[in-house]
């Protein structure tokens, strides 16, 4: 194998492939990346069993090849290397990089023992990439981090026809956003539970080069993503997630609404005095919202915000680290909070305006704190 | 005093017991905000409906109002009250600073409430002096501080120091020498002891007994008779002995419980059901503390006495032997394939927080609050029947149900 590609291209291409790999590979060979050079194009994958990476670059190809080599060294050599163009040359069991008058000889692995990736399944439909980002982003901060709870650490995407609902929770907050796609086959009716850190990744490195290409597998174990070349696929996570949504309340008689950042800025201080995340509590008056945190003993905290507020005043204590990543995903001017009472779950919405309505295509629930008697 | 060493007696290094008892503790410390209320009666408690008087001052009980009584009687005996709420975050922000006082006489300290305490001075004679100038030490520094006053009562053995600083409430101190004590307790009425309530006086009075002198002329055959065990109490508390020493209370640092198994087992099922038992001890442990756990540990020890631990610490602390559980679970399948069988294992709650003082997180999964409801139900059945009459489903041995339990819990 011989082929001719420019340093940035490869770069970029080792990188993202190679973050895919696992730490810990469960066999050797999937430390590797598999490295293909065909027909004007080289392929370059990752896998790990549960997830698999797979892009084409463009490059001079000598001679056609595959080879198996280390991804994480593959990808140090490459950021390191100067800008210019890289040849790659196997030599017996051992590879070649040059670039410049740096090279590097390394050993690789027998491509043959590798396994077969997964095929990316059939197409369902596309997806904004900047839509889908942030969607993404708004509903992984509910996802549950404890391994213990493996259902939890995923976001389930609901799609009905060309709307997809994406869904998270650790069982103190709730998120839920609203996002339109473009399915191949109208009225399609599927649902899948995605780990939020895949979900993550993929919203990252494919949300910003044009539409994402989402494909659901019939057996409902994988789903693949593709842009830009790039094509990642991924096993789902196993089990019943809860059913959620019944969470959200029925009628919230109370409603206050608060100019966004300044909210965010208050939380943030306030909450300095708030040491192991003891909570925040905002009480909400007619016009007027006052924080405050912080306990008799130790430091405390006071800040007043204008707010307008419809129905009963109500004081309700919240966790400021589950709040503040509530709020820092809200991105209108104004934030809305609806309750039923002090002990149930508050609900956060997005507002443009201080006396117009609320959206509801995201909204955060999030439990309160019960303060000690 | 014409002894030989006339300043050694009247020193009675030989009382070394004080209770500390402070005046009128909720009304002195609403008085330090509100000093124009000094000299009048004043009653914290709530206004209002069936609210009891908390506290009330010298004045107020002048007129017969006393504490725990009903607020509207005591309004009718001194309708002039000044009635304030209650501010017990003040109360207890004071109290701390009353311990602390405590804490730099003697490490020996022994609270019984918010505002009293027993110390045994002993050991603090010789930079402090003799008990008494030690508790007008604590007089002084109480009413210089916290502007608040206290009664100490000073004595041999704690139930009489604390009828001494009954004694010479308000604002007082009275030392009991050791060989007085027995004449200056003969000189009181029954209810003066320890453990005599109402019904016993009543009971006492039947047979004539009205005062300590009575008690301790009545051979305790007879007053076991009366009283069943506690009599033996009684005459012993009348002849002024009482072997019961200051006990400070020690904070707790963990609650847990380890189960060695009669023989090693690999059984990831049989180790998992060991752990939810294990659970349930340590949880219920928690509750009775008041208790709540931030951080849980399993332990593990192998075939060949190697010993592991691994901790994880949660996001909101509990005091739930599901949750306890599953975080010991999860803990266990964390360690993925073990390298042999295991001898002990063991779960411990860490990190432990005061309830009363926690905030708790409530959780959207209406199970946590099911769960929660359902071991406090578990903890009523235990207090009335017994640790082993309602357990969880899979703890039930199949044909040995007296052997449930296993060994009890070890605890640090």
Redesign the interface.
């Known amino acids: 194998m011989k082929f001719r590609v420019d340093r940035d291209v490869l770069a970029e291409a080792v990188t993202w492939t190679a973050r895919s790999l696992s730490p810990r590979p469960p066999v050797p060979v999937l430390s590797g990346l598999l490295i293909k050079a065909e027909a004007g194009t080289v392929s370059l994958a990752s896998f790990d069993y549960e997830i698999s990476a797979r892009l084409e670059i463009p490059a001079e190809i000598a001679e056609e090849g595959t080879i198996l080599v280390s991804g994480r060294l593959l990808a140090d050599i490459c950021r390191s290397l100067p800008s210019a163009p890289v040849d790659v040359v196997t030599d017996g069991s051992k590879v070649t990089l040059s670039c410049r008058s740096s090279r590097f000889n390394l050993a690789t692995m027998p491509e043959n023992d590798y396994p077969e990736l997964p095929a990316l399944p059939e197409l369902s439909g596309t997806i904004s990439g900047e839509a889908f980002s942030k969607a993404v982003s708004q509903v992984i901060i509910a996802a549950s981090k404890d391994d213990t709870l493996p259902i939890l650490t995923g976001v389930r995407m609901e799609i009905e026809d060309d709307l997809i609902t994406l869904l998270a929770t650790d069982r103190y907050r709730l998120a839920l956003r609203e996002v339109p796609w473009k399915p191949l086959t109208p009225g399609m009716s599927t649902s899948a539970l995605v780990k939020a850190k895949t979900l993550n990744e993929v919203a990252k490195t494919l949300g910003g080069s044009g539409d994402i290409n989402i494909a659901f597998s019939d057996d409902s174990e994988l789903i693949g993503f593709e842009s830009g070349g790039r094509r990642t696929t991924s096993l789902l996570v196993d089990g019943d997630y809860p059913k959620i949504r019944s969470l959200f309340p029925d009628s919230t008689p109370i409603h206050a609404t608060v100019e966004t950042t300044a909210l965010v800025e208050a939380v943030r201080r306030v909450s300095l005095v708030a040491e192991r995340n003891t909570p925040v509590r905002l009480a909400f008056t007619d016009g007027q919202l006052t924080l405050d945190a912080g306990t008799g003993e130790d430091a405390q905290a006071s800040e007043a915000l204008e707010a307008h507020l419809e129905g009963d005043e109500i004081t309700v204590a919240f966790n400021p680290h589950y709040l503040s990543e509530g709020l820092s995903v809200i991105e209108t001017p104004y934030v809305r909070f609806s309750f039923t009472s002090a002990p149930k779950p508050a609900m956060i919405t997005a507002q443009a305006e201080l006396n117009g309505e609320d959206r509801d295509d995201y909204r955060y629930l999030v439990m309160p704190v019960r303060l000690p008697s | 005093m014409d002894t030989v060493e006339p300043s050694k007696d009247s020193e009675h290094r030989n009382c070394n017991i004080l209770h500390v008892d402070m005046d009128a503790f909720y009304v002195s410390v609403e008085l330090l905000s509100a000093p124009r209320l000094r000299g009048k009666p004043v009653i914290v408690g709530f206004p209002s409906g069936r609210s009891v008087v908390l506290s009330a001052s010298y004045e107020a009980r002048a007129f017969g109002v006393r504490s725990a009584m009903p607020m509207a009687a005591a309004m009718r005996l001194c309708p002039t009250a000044v009635v304030v709420e209650p501010r017990h ?1 003040r109360y207890s ?1 004071v109290s ?1 600073q009353l311990m602390a006082i405590f804490s730099s006489i003697t490490d020996l300290v022994e609270p019984l409430s918010v505002d009293e305490a027993f110390l045994d001075v002993a050991g603090a004679m010789r930079r402090l002096g003799p008990p008494r100038t030690i508790g007008e030490h604590i007089r002084t520094r109480v009413h210089d501080e916290l502007g608040i006053t206290a009664s100490v009562g000073i004595a041999a053995t704690k139930f009489v120091a604390k009828i001494a600083s009954t004694r010479s409430k308000p604002d007082g101190l009275l030392l009991i020498p050791k060989e007085e004590t027995v004449a200056y307790l003969h000189t009181l009425p029954v209810n003066a002891l320890w453990g005599v309530g109402a019904k016993t006086v009543e009971a006492l009075a039947r047979l004539g007994i009205h005062t300590v002198a009575d008690v301790a002329a009545t051979p305790v055959q007879a007053l076991q008779r009366v009283l069943g065990k506690s009599g033996e109490q009684v005459h012993r508390l009348a002849w002024g002995t009482d072997p019961r020493k200051v006990t400070p209370v020690r904070v707790e640092k963990s609650i847990g419980a380890e189960e060695t198994f009669a023989e090693d087992t690999g059984d990831d099922a049989q180790l998992k059901r060991e752990l939810l038992r294990l659970a349930h001890r340590t949880a219920a442990r928690l509750r009775e503390a008041g208790l709540l756990s931030r951080t849980v540990a399993l332990k593990l020890r192998y075939a060949d006495f190697s010993t592991i631990s691994r901790s994880r610490t949660l ?2 602390p509990v005091d739930s032997a599901q949750l306890l559980y ?2 010991a ?2 803990l266990l ?2 360690l993925g394939p073990r390298p042999m069988s295991v001898r002990l294992i063991g779960l411990r709650a860490e990190q432990l927080e005061n ?11 209406r199970r ?1 609050d099911n769960w929660r409801a359902a071991e406090q139900a578990l903890d009523k059945v235990s207090a009335k029947f017994g640790r082993q009459s309602l357990l969880p489903a899979s703890l039930i041995r199949p044909g040995r149900p007296d052997d449930a339990g296993g060994k009890p819990p070890t605890g640090t």
């Open positions: 975050s922000e701390r996001s909101s599953a975080t679970v999860g399948d964390g309830a009363g003082q926690t905030a708790m997180q409530l959780s959207l999964d946590d």
